[in-house]
């Protein structure tokens, strides 16, 4: 704990900036949060026709502004740590570095005002909100269980892109390019939006054999958003018991993880309420 | 208990309005609901072109018929209880008073009309309906298994709307503007419309980047149903199993979890009701 | 069990028709079926107007062929059974008999040949395939766990339908007839296409304030679905739970119904295992 | 073990192309993916006119390219197994013969180039690269627990199928026609898109009685889809947890349901490995 004054106010800062318990540093992250919806609020406003052409220049203003106020907390959190290159290469650091570009780059390439949307990305650190007390263990819980089934997700979506693939190559075969399956990649397009069931009806088959195809990859997807909800219903599930298992350690090993109903413990057998 | 013959009517009022253990006062609630499903009824049809020229009369003369009857109930609410003002600011109060309102002002205001479609407000009796018996104990655990799962829908919803401003504002980028992606806002309805698996139509990408990013944001809204899935599922399950289990441990050897038609512990065998 | 000779072959037709354990029982359902079948597709056929033309008497035979089929089927179900009453008021009676009537009405009243389209109903008799002894144990399972939930699923839909009325109405009023909402039975009937996500697109919002409205529909239809989801996953499990419970009776007292974990008789406190 | 030369090398050959265990083996998989899927993309590339053009020639000679290394790879297999004729029929040998057999068509019979996307089978193959072990045992669990989902995914599928063809055909009577709704096939497909929220819009009702009977159609498909879902769910719980449980029973008290890292029975405390 540093001791000398500089180092105080350092730490103090580090405390606002970075830590949520006390009420200064809670302030600070309602502020900031406050500051991103709302410059959020003026980029999207911005590029709505009828509101930029009377606005443009209190839009241009209250940009500038933003921007010079997320540089002076980017600059605050550089000089409130000991490594600020720890902070620059982390996933926040970088994802305010992207936010900030844009602004300074429209100085030199006039027209990059498009970039400005980048600034879309700070809203990523909505999930900083969390860190408030009551949320935290749920977002704990819910990410600890979802981390689990990364991996089944991922191997069921391969498998959905692979049918789309093939489903929508068949389309391609079957309607024949007078009816918008112009080419394969526009059938497998065709493919994702309508196995994941949302149907914008851009394209649509017109032939009869085009429509009993369709049908088939309807029905597929519509059976299919099963899996991903079994697997993840019971990592939910898994990682809800594990919360509940007993924590105390057996008396007679000291090993840990005996199921909420057992009696013995099961690495020694030794009964797990004597003395208790 | 009211004993004196004024607070009699008083009490008798309030059974047959507020309560539904006696005939009359399910026979009340019965025909209060008929007389909003009526009156929720002439209003749809009232909006109908084709049926407003020929019947306006027979409806306007129906709505103030409606009016009155429903006017009546409000005052025999007031007057039958003892803190009228409890009544006036309770979340069914204030809804009765919304309905009513509108139709007093069409007075004032000629061509408020339209205003009286708030009596489908009213539609939100109908959960009072509930209160007979047998519904009574699949309602209350629904809604206590609900209420838990609250704040983590409200994450997830969170996060969702996180995601489609995100992906709005990439899809604004990518499809500039001569596609229906006019603007962020509109972009980020694109985005909510796909997510949900709606898929109107009536805005969907053209370039093949767009769609690229497209098929990125229905993926993302087919496999992410299975979290809140996963969540209400793992819920309902807790609260089902909570209400099958007397909370009491074994006064033998301590366990919990024992079903509430048990006069036994199942893991020990002694009785559960021993000096209680 | 007849004896006489006459009464010998109602009961082997019985078997056949009504029974699948012999071997002509079984060939019989299949025949069955197979003619339902066919006779449905010729009625699918016939509506094509490509096909109609060309095949038209062929398709008029087949139908009188059928319809003589299903005639010698239903007299022989009622010849075959004691009490004849019983079987044309059954559902399944009622259906055939429904299937047959339009073909005789379309000799009395010519141009009622779109009633033949009656005949769809008889697919329900797929559901007698079955039977067949290798699925009966799923479909029981199925059957019980879902007359549970039947309850639970209506009280979710009544909500479903109060919230459309009530959102529908609230988006008649934002977008106030000029874009397709142009009265509130048909407000109503878009929030039901929007809240179910399938999105036709045939009626869509046109103002910002609407798309606000129908964001939060689309939201609420894409989250809900969850509940009957997590209602219905309950009641499988607890129906496999119930089948999974142990068998035996408790040798002190003969109740049964102990959970496959227990050691005691929850409801007298003996040994589950004394002398097993 | 084959120890003579010429059995050598193939045994070898055999080690890299059907076993994945080596470092060769490992390599040649990977190396046949990135060959599968560059492959695919040349053909889908191809399909797109304004890419066809300018580089027919490059793809032409990409397809003989890969043809041919294709060949190489089935020759391989073939002489590198004692029986060769066990993976012409087995069915990653028929999908490698129909994806080999349209190139060598389209010599024969000009125009055929459309029959090459038959390729797109081979991205059955990328399923081979789950073998690599740290896949293994997700797959093998889910697919496990998927296929006793089968029976009862094929009924539920029925029903939807039974549903869609009656309400289709009253769907059907109701329009009458001038709709959309032309034969009874066009509005079973109408039945399809709509009871799996796909809702494509191409054919949508326009008589109020139409949108009644679509709107029981949308809310049956919103509701059910809960089925399928609580069935897959609840058998993905059973595997994971026969998974996960030893199936002996303690010879002590001879109670199940054992963790498989368990020494000692959790419920009277025995070693469950005396004796064995």
Known sequence: MPTTQSADWRYR???IIYESNTRAGKAFDVGLLIAIFTSILVVMLDSVESL?????????????????????????RLVSIRKPWRYVFSVLGL????????????????????LLVFRALRLLRVFRIFKLAEFLTEIDFLTTALKGSLRKISI?????????VILGSIMYLVE????????????????I???????????????????????????????????????????????????????????NCGREGHESDALFCKHCGASLFVGR
Chains 1, 2, 3, 4 share one sequence.
């Open 95 to 114: 994802i305010d570095l992207i936010a900030l570009i844009p602004s300074y780059l429209s100085l030199i390439f006039p027209g990059a005002q498009a």
């Open 52 to 76: 930029h052409r009377p606005c443009a220049t209190l839009f241009n203003r209250l940009e500038w502004f933003y921007t010079f106020l997320f540089t002076i907390e980017y600059i605050l």
């Open 13 to 15: 800062l580090h405390e």
């Open 156 to 164: 069921f979506l391969l498998t959905v892109l692979t049918l789309t």
């Open 193 to 251: 939006v309508t196995i994941t069931t949302v149907g914008y009806g851009d394209i649509s088959p017109v032939t009869p054999m085009g429509k009993f195809v369709a049908s088939v990859v309807m029905l597929i997807g519509y059976a299919i958003i099963a899996v991903p909800t079994g697997i993840i219903t019971h990592d939910i599930a898994m990682a809800a018991r594990k919360r509940k298992e007993l924590p105390e350690s057996c008396l």
């Open 176 to 191: 024949k390019r007078e009816n918008g399956f112009s080419n394969i990649p526009e059938s497998i397009y065709w493919a």
